[in-house]
């Protein structure tokens, strides 16, 4: 009901840059919080940076300084900018939305299939 594609993963060499996005569609009433998660080879997902309809955001301690995240509500799109890549950012991204498909719905949880990202010289 609810689909979330990402777009703009890539190789960079350490010390560059990213630009994430993510793009909702389907049948949309409202999203609430928007976020991106990453999962590295052998490890847990973990969070990567949130941010709420009305542009709070929050992020893990390990990115902070280096990303932002950032959201256009009128197309119902998320994006991830990543500056100073290093080689532990390696992971494959995931966007995450809450978002209800009707006044009267809950809100549930939505993911994307995940975006590549490999920082490597």
């Known amino acids: 009901q609810v689909q979330l594609v990402e777009s703009g993963g890539g190789l960079v060499q350490p010390g560059g840059s990213l630009r994430l996005s993510c793009a909702a569609s389907g049948r949309i009433f409202s999203i609430n919080s928007m976020g991106w998660y990453r999962q590295a080879p052998g490890k847990d997902r973990e969070l990567v940076a949130t941010?709420?309809?009305?542009?709070?955001?929050n992020y893990a301690d390990s990115v902070k300084g280096r990303f932002t995240i950032s959201r256009d509500n009128a197309k119902n799109t998320e994006y991830l900018q990543m500056n100073s890549l290093k080689p532990e950012d390696t992971a494959v991204y995931y966007c995450?939305?809450?978002?209800?498909?009707?006044?009267?719905?809950?809100?549930?949880?939505?993911w994307g299939k995940g975006t590549l990202v490999t920082v490597s010289s």
């Open positions: 941010i709420t309809s009305g542009g709070s955001t």
């Open positions: 995450h939305a809450r978002a209800r498909i009707s006044s009267s719905s809950y809100y549930m949880d939505y």
